[in-house]
C-alpha cells in the first residue's frame, strides 16, 4: 500500500483496516518471521505479510494448518526470530498445544486474534469476544498469559507494537486479541512509530556458554533463552525441566519451575497493567469493557452524562493480567455503586471484575452474542434500568 | 572404522544417562549411528539443530550434545521448519518414531517433503506405540497383536517410504538397526542431501511388541531383520508375493530439486528488485 | 442532583449538535462497490479531515445482489460504527435498493440507478439517476458507474468535496489504464450533481 500522505507532523498517514493496522505494526516493531494459514476474519493480516515481508527481508510462510504455522513460529523464535501469526477462534483451538510449549520453554511470540462467534465455525464474518477466556486459559495446565485488546484502528497499531516489546520483555507468548469489527474496519490510520523505528532485538546471553544456564532467572525473573545457532548448546523440551533445560520431575524443582511461569508476569503486573479511563473521578457507575464493546460503552457513558447521570468507563487495552488492583482502587476513590461490565458474550470478563471488587458493589454484566456489535443506545437503557430499579 | 569411545563427546553423558530405553532397544544403536554418521562428517555441533516431537525416540534429544530441541506430539518438522527458514545455514536434522510422523504428524511429514525444505527426518519403525505402553500404530503390521489391538490389528500398515515419495521428498531411503553400517551410511547420505531427506529405519520393541507377539528376544528380533531385509536391486526381480512381509531396504530416491530455502532466497530478491524499479 | 463538577469534553460533547451521517453504497458484487466505499471513506477522511469508520459485507454476503459498504462520517469521534439508520443510500441494483431502502431515514436521501427502481420503496426523498446507462453509454463500461455515482454525490449533497475524491481516485489507479478513464466519470459526475442541483432550486 501507497504511504504519499503525510500529517502535518510529517507522519505518514491511511485509511485502512485494523487488520492492515496490525500488519504495519508488526512491521515497524521489527518482525521478521510470519506463519499463518488463512482465516476469516483474519486474513487479512496474513495476506498483507505476505505481501511485505519479503520486501524487509523477513520470512512470511502459509503453513498446512494453524498447528503447523505456531509451530514455525515457535521454531523460529527458537532461532532469534522475531515471530508472529494471526488466526481467529477455529486456528486458536488449534494453536493452543504448541502455545502451551512456547509458555513452558519461554520463548516471545506474538498471537493475534481476531475474534469471531463461536463456538466451532460460528459466524465467521460477524464479531464476537468469546475468546476472552480461551485467551487467558487456552492450553492446559497452570500458567499466566499476557493479553492486550485495542477498540480502534489506530490502537491496533500501536497495542500490535506493544504486544511485541512485552513478548521480548518477558520472553513469553503475547495474544493481541481484535474482533471482527475492529479487524475489518477501515479508519484513519497515522504511523506514528515509523520516525523512530527501534525495532525489538532479541536478547543474547552475555556470559561463555560454558557457565550457561539457558533457565537461570535474573533477579527479575525473566530468563532469556538463547537462539539456537548461537554457540550455546541446551536442551530445550516442553516437560517440566532444570535451569538447565534438561526434565526433572524433582518436587522443588517442579514448584520453582511453575512459579517461575507465574511470577515473571505477576511481579511485573505494573508494566504490563494498560487501560485508559474516561470520567471516572466521580463515576457512581462504572463501565467495564474492551474492543468493539469499549467504543459502544463509550458512546453510552456520554450520552448518560449528558443526562447527568454519573457513570465513567474503563476501557481495558491489557486484559491479562487482569488489573485486579487498580480497579477496585478506581472504584473506591470514585464511591462507586455498581459495576457494569459490557461484552460481546454470554459474561466472561464479568467474572475477574467480579473476583476483583469487593461485595458491597454489584457487577452486572451487558451482553450481545448474535454477532453485532453492542448498541450504544442498547447499553444506556440496560444501565437506566438497573440504577432506577 | 569408528572407536567405541567416539560417541561420548556427542552425549550429555555426565548428566542424562541411563536413557529411557528399554534393554533390546534398537534406538540406542540408532542413536550411534547418528552420532557416528555426524562426526564422520565433521559438522560442528553448534550447526546442528536437532528437534524431535513425543515418543521414545523423540526423546533422543535431551542425550545428545546438540541445539536440541524436545517439542509436541508429532509437530517436530513444523518447529524444524521455523528454524531451517531462519538459520538456512544450520544442519535440521528431526527424530521421529511412527506414531509421531505418520499418524499425529502425517499431515506435516507430507507438506514438509512437498516443499522440499532442506530437513533430514531420522524416522524410527518399531511398529508399535512403545512409550505409552503398547499401542497399535499406523505401521503394525496386520494381525499384530497390540493394547488397543487385543486380538489382531486389522487397521492396514502405511508404507513411509512410498508415502514420502508420493509427497516428493528428494532422498528417500530405508534401512534396519541390524544392517547398522548401511543406516549410518544413508544417514550420512541423508543429511549431505540438500532436500528434505528421510530415512527410515526399522527397530525393534522387545517390551511391547516383542511381549506381545512371540518373542521378547532382541537377539531373535534383529535376525528377523536380517532374515526379511531384501535389497532393492534384488527386490526388482522379485514377484509381488514373494515380497509380501519383506523389508526392501536401499536409496529409493537421490535427486536434486530445488530447495525450498534458496527458492525463498531468490523470491525475496526478486520481490525487491521489482521494488526498486 | 448535586451539583457536578463540569469538565470541558462533557460541555463539548461529540453527542450534542454534532452531524453524523452514515451512508450506504449497495449492489451487485462485483460492481466496485466496496472500492467506491472505500474510495468516499478515503477522501472523507484524509482529504476532508472528517472522523471516519467503513465497514463492508463479507464472505457469502458480499457475493449476492446486495453488497454493501457503509461509511459513517462525524465531525466527533464514532462510537457505534455500524449503520442502522441510513442518512444517504445509493443502490445499484434492484436487490440492493429494495432490501436497503426502508432502512433509510424519512429526512433522508436515496440514490438509485434508473434500472435498480421498479417500485418505490420507504418514505425517503428517492432520486433516479442513469448511472448505468451513462457509464455504457459514454464510457464503454458498466463498472464506470460507481465513479460517475461518486461525483454526483460530491456536488449534489456536498458530504465530500471534489478535490479530496479526484485525488484519492487519481491516486488509486495512479499508473494503471483505468486511471483517465475513471477521472473522467468522475468528472461526468461532478457535472451531473451540479446540473440536479440547479434543478432541486
Keep these: 500500500?501507497?504511504?504519499?500522505?503525510?500529517?502535518?507532523?510529517?507522519?505518514?498517514?491511511?485509511?485502512?483496516?485494523?487488520?492492515?493496522?496490525?500488519?504495519?505494526?508488526?512491521?515497524?516493531?521489527?518482525?521478521?518471521?510470519?506463519?499463518?494459514?488463512?482465516?476469516?476474519?483474519?486474513?487479512?493480516?496474513?495476506?498483507?505479510?505476505?505481501?511485505?515481508?519479503?520486501?524487509?527481508?523477513?520470512?512470511?510462510?502459509?503453513?498446512?494448518?494453524?498447528?503447523?504455522?505456531?509451530?514455525?513460529?515457535?521454531?523460529?523464535?527458537?532461532?532469534?526470530?522475531?515471530?508472529?501469526?494471526?488466526?481467529?477462534?477455529?486456528?486458536?483451538?488449534?494453536?493452543?498445544?504448541?502455545?502451551?510449549?512456547?509458555?513452558?520453554?519461554?520463548?516471545?511470540?506474538v498471537i493475534v486474534n481476531v475474534q469471531r462467534a463461536g463456538p466451532s465455525t460460528g459466524l465467521p464474518?460477524?464479531?464476537?469476544?468469546?475468546?476472552?477466556?480461551?485467551?487467558?486459559?487456552?492450553?492446559?495446565?497452570?500458567?499466566?498469559?499476557?493479553?492486550?485488546?485495542?477498540?480502534?484502528?489506530?490502537?491496533?497499531?500501536?497495542?500490535?507494537?506493544?504486544?511485541?516489546?512485552?513478548?521480548?520483555?518477558?520472553?513469553?507468548?503475547?495474544?493481541?486479541?481484535?474482533?471482527?469489527?475492529?479487524?475489518?474496519?477501515?479508519?484513519?490510520?497515522?504511523?506514528?512509530?515509523?520516525?523512530?523505528?527501534?525495532?525489538?532485538?532479541?536478547?543474547?546471553?552475555?556470559?561463555?556458554?560454558?557457565?550457561?544456564?539457558?533457565?537461570k532467572e535474573p533477579l527479575d525473573m525473566v530468563a532469556h533463552p538463547a537462539p539456537v545457532g548461537e554457540g550455546f548448546r541446551y536442551s530445550m523440551t516442553g516437560l517440566i525441566h532444570d535451569k538447565s533445560g534438561f526434565p526433572?520431575?524433582?518436587?522443588?524443582?517442579?514448584?520453582?519451575?511453575?512459579?517461575?511461569?507465574?511470577?515473571?508476569?505477576?511481579?511485573?503486573?505494573?508494566?504490563?497493567?494498560?487501560?485508559?479511563?474516561?470520567?471516572?473521578?466521580?463515576?457512581?457507575?462504572?463501565?467495564?469493557?474492551?474492543?468493539?464493546?469499549?467504543?459502544?460503552?463509550?458512546?453510552?457513558?456520554?450520552?448518560?452524562?449528558?443526562?447527568?447521570?454519573?457513570?465513567?468507563?474503563?476501557?481495558?487495552k491489557t486484559i491479562w493480567p487482569f488489573p485486579y488492583r487498580p480497579l477496585p482502587q478506581i472504584a473506591e476513590k470514585a464511591k462507586t455503586k455498581r459495576v457494569f461490565v459490557a461484552e460481546n458474550n454470554m459474561g466472561q470478563l464479568i467474572h475477574p471484575v467480579r473476583e476483583a471488587l469487593p461485595q458491597n458493589i454489584k457487577v452486572h454484566g451487558i451482553r450481545r452474542y448474535d454477532g453485532y456489535s453492542l448498541d450504544p443506545y442498547e447499553i444506556v437503557q440496560l444501565v437506566k434500568e438497573k440504577i432506577y430499579a | 572404522m569408528h572407536e567405541l569411545t567416539d560417541i561420548y563427546e556427542y552425549l550429555r553423558w555426565r548428566k542424562r544417562f541411563p536413557t529411557v530405553w528399554c534393554a533390546g532397544c534398537g534406538i540406542g544403536s540408532i542413536m550411534g549411528a547418528i552420532i557416528r554418521g555426524i562426526k564422520d562428517l565433521a559438522i560442528p555441533k553448534d550447526d546442528i539443530a536437532f528437534v524431535a516431537g513425543i515418543g521414545c525416540s523423540s526423546r533422543m534429544p535431551v542425550y545428545l550434545d546438540f541445539n536440541t530441541l524436545h517439542t509436541t506430539h508429532g509437530r517436530a518438522l513444523t518447529f524444524a521448519t521455523g528454524i531451517k527458514l531462519h538459520r538456512p545455514n544450520m544442519n535440521v536434522l528431526v527424530v521421529s518414531g511412527d506414531g509421531d510422523a505418520l499418524a499425529i504428524g502425517g499431515n506435516h511429514f507430507i507438506h514438509a517433503a512437498r516443499r522440499n525444505i532442506d530437513i533430514t527426518l531420522i524416522l524410527i519403525n518399531n511398529g508399535i506405540y512403545g512409550m505409552t505402553g503398547g499401542q497399535v500404530a499406523p505401521t503394525t503390521p496386520l494381525g499384530a497383536r497390540t493394547h488397543t489391538m487385543p486380538y489382531g490389528n486389522i487397521d492396514p500398515a502405511f508404507d513411509s517410504v512410498e508415502l514420502a515419495l508420493a509427497a516428493g521428498a528428494s532422498f528417500v531411503a530405508r534401512s534396519t538397526v541390524y544392517a547398522i553400517m548401511q543406516t549410518t551410511n544413508y544417514i550420512k547420505k541423508a543429511i549431505k542431501h540438500?532436500?528434505?531427506?528421510?530415512?527410515?529405519?526399522?527397530?525393534?520393541?522387545?517390551?511391547?511388541?516383542?511381549?506381545?507377539?512371540?518373542?521378547?528376544?532382541?537377539?531373535?528380533?534383529?535376525?528377523?531383520?536380517?532374515?526379511?531385509?531384501?535389497?532393492?536391486?534384488?527386490?526388482?526381480?522379485?514377484?509381488?508375493?514373494d515380497l509380501k512381509g519383506k523389508i526392501i531396504t536401499g536409496v529409493f530416491r537421490d535427486t536434486r530439486q530445488s530447495e525450498y530455502t534458496e527458492t525463498y532466497r531468490q523470491y525475496v530478491k526478486k520481490v525487491q528488485a521489482e521494488m526498486e524499479e | 442532583m448535586t451539583p457536578q463538577k463540569r469538565t470541558g469534553t462533557q460541555q463539548h460533547s461529540p453527542q450534542q449538535g454534532l452531524e453524523r451521517l452514515n451512508i450506504r453504497i449497495s449492489g451487485s458484487g462485483g460492481q466496485g462497490v466496496i472500492s467506491t466505499g472505500m474510495l468516499l471513506g478515503e477522501a472523507l477522511a484524509i482529504g476532508d479531515g472528517k472522523n471516519v469508520s467503513q465497514s463492508q459485507s463479507?464472505?457469502?454476503?458480499?457475493?449476492?445482489?446486495?453488497?454493501?459498504?457503509?461509511?459513517?462520517?462525524?465531525?466527533?469521534?464514532?462510537?457505534?460504527?455500524?449503520?442502522?439508520?441510513?442518512?444517504?443510500?445509493?443502490?445499484?441494483?434492484?436487490?440492493?435498493?429494495?432490501?436497503?431502502?426502508i432502512e433509510v431515514k424519512a429526512e433522508g436521501l436515496v440514490l438509485a440507478d434508473e434500472q435498480a427502481v421498479d417500485v418505490l420503496v420507504g418514505n425517503a426523498t428517492t432520486l433516479q439517476m442513469p448511472f448505468l446507462e451513462l457509464a455504457v453509454k459514454k464510457f464503454k463500461r458498466s463498472i464506470t458507474a460507481n465513479m460517475i455515482a461518486l461525483g454526483f454525490l460530491a456536488t449534489f449533497t456536498k458530504i465530500v468535496s471534489k478535490h479530496a475524491l479526484r485525488d484519492v481516485v487519481q491516486e488509486q489507479f495512479a499508473g494503471t489504464k483505468y486511471e483517465e478513464l475513471n477521472i473522467k466519470a468522475l468528472e461526468q459526475g461532478f457535472r451531473l450533481g451540479v446540473k440536479h442541483g440547479r434543478k432541486k432550486k
Design chain 1, 125 to 215: 464474518t460477524k464479531l464476537s469476544q468469546g475468546d476472552t477466556m480461551q485467551a487467558r486459559w487456552g492450553t492446559h495446565g497452570d500458567y499466566t498469559a499476557i493479553v492486550v485488546a485495542a477498540a480502534t484502528v489506530q490502537e491496533t497499531y500501536n497495542v500490535t507494537i506493544r504486544a511485541f516489546q512485552l513478548a521480548e520483555r518477558f520472553s513469553t507468548p503475547v495474544v493481541v486479541l481484535l474482533d471482527e469489527l475492529i479487524g475489518h474496519m477501515r479508519e484513519k490510520l497515522v504511523l506514528k512509530e515509523i520516525k523512530r523505528l527501534t525495532p525489538v532485538q532479541r536478547t543474547f546471553p552475555k556470559i561463555p556458554p560454558e557457565w550457561y544456564f539457558p533457565y
Design chain 2, 194 to 241: 540438500i532436500g528434505f531427506s528421510m530415512v527410515e529405519i526399522i527397530s525393534q520393541c522387545p517390551t511391547q511388541y516383542g511381549r506381545l507377539n512371540n518373542t521378547a528376544n532382541p537377539r531373535e528380533l534383529l535376525l528377523w531383520q536380517k532374515e526379511h531385509a531384501v535389497p532393492l536391486a534384488t527386490a526388482k526381480d522379485m514377484s509381488k508375493d
Design chain 1, 248 to 316: 526433572t520431575a524433582i518436587p522443588s524443582e517442579v514448584n520453582h519451575r511453575m512459579e517461575i511461569l507465574k511470577n515473571k508476569i505477576m511481579m511485573h503486573c505494573q508494566d504490563i497493567w494498560n487501560w485508559k479511563e474516561h470520567y471516572t473521578e466521580d463515576a457512581k457507575y462504572l463501565i467495564v469493557a474492551y474492543g468493539s464493546a469499549a467504543r459502544a460503552a463509550r458512546g453510552a457513558v456520554e450520552t448518560l452524562r449528558n443526562r447527568r447521570i454519573r457513570v465513567g468507563l474503563i476501557d481495558l
Design chain 1, 1 to 109: 500500500m501507497p504511504l504519499h500522505r503525510t500529517t502535518p507532523e510529517g507522519y505518514p498517514v491511511l485509511f485502512a483496516q485494523g487488520n492492515e493496522a496490525c500488519v504495519y505494526g508488526a512491521i515497524h516493531a521489527g518482525c521478521n518471521f510470519f506463519a499463518g494459514y488463512p482465516i476469516t476474519p483474519s486474513t487479512e493480516i496474513t495476506e498483507g505479510m505476505a505481501r511485505e515481508m519479503p520486501r524487509f527481508n523477513g520470512i512470511f510462510i502459509q503453513m498446512e494448518d494453524e498447528i503447523a504455522s505456531i509451530g514455525a513460529v515457535i521454531g523460529a523464535s527458537a532461532a532469534g526470530a522475531v515471530a508472529m501469526s494471526a488466526t481467529s477462534g477455529p486456528g486458536f483451538s488449534l494453536m493452543q498445544e504448541n502455545i502451551g510449549y512456547a509458555y513452558m520453554v519461554q520463548l516471545p511470540l
Design chain 3, 58 to 101: 463479507y464472505g457469502p454476503e458480499a457475493r449476492g445482489g446486495a453488497t454493501r459498504a457503509d461509511i459513517i462520517v462525524s465531525d466527533g469521534e464514532i462510537y457505534f460504527p455500524e449503520c442502522n439508520r441510513l442518512d444517504i443510500l445509493v443502490a445499484f441494483t434492484y436487490e440492493a435498493y429494495e432490501k436497503y431502502a
